[in-house]
């Protein structure tokens, strides 16, 4: 059974930094996509940052220069470092990762079940 956990969440003050880290585990033959998501009360659940296991990226506007995305293939763990953080950044970010296991033919697609980060003003 293929599972996705994210870690690292928690309080910071405004212009400082987080690393949220997100592994897979389980019968894993290969990860496509590896994502962040997050989603803030009210709001839908949006994309922040993805990463091909090539290692191509891609970030909503609103974080390109503050957070980076980056895995690490051996561990089946992608993280997004934080930095600059801003209140508006508040949400539950959640991980999502294009998974085959060793029985499928296929790519699935697993969500984590979420890490809170809080900026405080």
């Known amino acids: 059974q293929v599972r996705v956990v994210e870690s690292g969440g928690g309080l910071v003050q405004a212009g400082g930094s987080l690393r949220l880290s997100c592994a897979a585990s389980?019968?894993?033959?290969?990860?496509?996509?590896m994502r962040w998501y997050r989603q803030a009360p009210g709001n839908e659940r949006d994309l922040v940052a993805g990463i091909t296991d090539g290692g191509s990226t891609n970030y909503v506007d609103s974080v390109k220069g503050r957070f980076t995305i980056a895995r690490d293939n051996a561990k089946n763990t992608v993280y997004l470092q934080m930095n600059s953080l801003k209140p508006e950044d508040t949400a539950v970010y959640y991980c999502?990762?294009?998974?085959?296991?060793?029985?499928?033919?296929?790519?699935?697609?697993?969500w984590g079940q979420g890490t809170q980060v809080t900026v405080s003003s």
């Open positions: 999502y990762a294009t998974i085959m296991g060793y029985r499928d033919s296929s790519f699935y697609g697993y």
């Open positions: 389980g019968s894993i033959r290969s990860i496509n996509l």
